[in-house]
């Protein structure tokens, strides 16, 4: 990258970030990571979940989802449930409580998507779409 450009981008990520970050902190009333936040999203959407599958779900490591379940566990979000057949697993399922933290949350989320959304043009939304992808599926963080 040109060093033209290396401040604008720092600069047009690190506002992107504050304001992600702003929405985010809006219903982390339970002080929720934002890999808790998803964990809690893909269990609702996919039903009960063994602890194995979310760590390749979100590509971290058994024993960083094991404390993210933990905790969430903890603020009685999640109920684990053991393997009849092989006692090594446990499935997660979530508490009603969790459900209405991420109704919540996706209620926010959908209000902040429809601004950027009537902001950009169509080809924009589309570049927007692609560079999102792009990043999502290169960059991986562990815990």
Do not use: W
């Not at 379940?69 to 092989?86: A, P, S």
């Not at 979530?94 to 209405?100: D, I, L, N, S």
Request: glycine share 2%; with cysteine; net charge positive.
């Amino acid at each position: 990258m040109p060093a033209d450009t290396t401040g604008q981008f720092e600069e047009a990520y690190t506002n992107l970030q504050c304001l992600i970050i702003a929405q985010v902190n809006k219903f982390s009333t339970e002080k929720l990571t934002a890999t808790q936040y998803l964990v809690l999203d893909y269990i609702i959407r996919s039903g009960e979940t063994a602890t194995g599958q979310l760590a390749k779900q979100f590509r971290i490591s058994a024993p960083a989802i094991s404390r993210q379940i933990k905790k969430l566990m903890t603020d009685g979000l999640i109920i684990q449930k053991r393997d009849e057949t092989d006692r090594r697993i446990y499935f997660n399922a979530v508490t009603p409580k969790a459900v209405k933290l991420v109704s919540q949350a996706k209620k926010l989320r959908k209000t902040m998507s429809l601004q950027i959304r009537h902001l950009l043009s169509e080809s924009d939304r589309k570049t927007f779409i692609r560079i999102c992808n792009r990043i999502t599926n290169n960059i991986h963080l562990d815990e």
